[in-house]
């Protein structure tokens, strides 16, 4: 039982670039979530997606489009990429109801 | 989204000290969770707490829903508790997703 997954671990791209960060859970979780954590704040809600085949923007959506590929799986893409978006992106899942809410290890990115 | 404020921002204790940590948030919530990001980035739940009192070992924590407040304690510090601490919160609004206050940094010293 792995919990939440996220690939990769560490990405540098240039300004421009696109890329698409992989998350998947497997606790049979009906809700996935997007967050973002710049440095010496807490997590922002970017997307998430509260059962299979919706998605619903959080507080902070521009820049970021995302992908409910089935229950398990749930991608964020940066179209072209900002170093606004120089980030450490997290993803999580709950079991889409009130629960408890566990995070995958995060995605490290810088945009140079 | 709700509004989630964490205090102190900035702790110093010596190891065996205790301390409180203190979450107050603007609206009704079915989530309540706490949170150690350890000095590599991970985030560790240490408890879901919507309402109620729960212990685990050297931390406990109470969440008073009606008054809009959660208490995270940690009795008998460690090294190893340094990091920061977050309390999120959430309801049915936006799917239960989490509204995370600023954190507040730990630091526990020898």
């Known amino acids: 039982n792995a919990g939440v997954t996220q690939t990769p671990k560490f990405q540098v791209l240039k300004t421009g670039q696109s890329m698409t960060l992989q998350c998947a859970q497997d606790m049979n979780h009906n809700s996935m979530y997007w967050y973002r954590q710049d440095p010496g704040m807490g997590l922002r809600l970017i997307y998430y997606s509260a059962s299979e085949g919706t998605t619903d923007k959080g507080e902070v959506p521009n820049g970021y489009n995302v992908s409910r590929l089935n229950k398990r799986e749930f991608s964020l893409r940066l179209e072209s990429a900002a170093p606004s978006q120089t980030s450490v992106y997290f993803c999580?899942?709950?079991?889409?109801?009130?629960?408890?809410?566990?995070f995958g290890p995060g995605t490290r990115l810088t945009v140079t | 989204g709700i509004q989630v404020e964490q205090s102190p921002p900035d702790l110093i204790l010596q190891e065996g000290a205790n301390s409180t940590l203190r979450c107050n948030f603007s609206d009704s919530v079915n989530n309540l969770q706490w949170f150690h990001q350890n000095p590599w980035g991970q985030l560790i739940n240490l408890f879901y707490?919507?309402?109620g009192t729960k212990q685990n070992g050297r931390l406990s924590a109470t969440t008073v829903a009606t008054e809009r407040y959660s208490l995270l304690y940690i009795s008998s510090s460690q090294t190893t508790d340094s990091g920061v601490y977050f309390c999120?919160?959430?309801?049915?609004?936006?799917?239960?997703?989490?509204?995370f206050g600023k954190g507040t940094s730990l630091l526990v010293t020898p």
């Open positions: 999120a919160v959430g309801n049915s609004n936006s799917g239960y997703a989490l509204n």
């Open positions: 999580a899942s709950n079991p889409g109801e009130p629960g408890e809410q566990y």
């Open positions: 707490i919507p309402s």
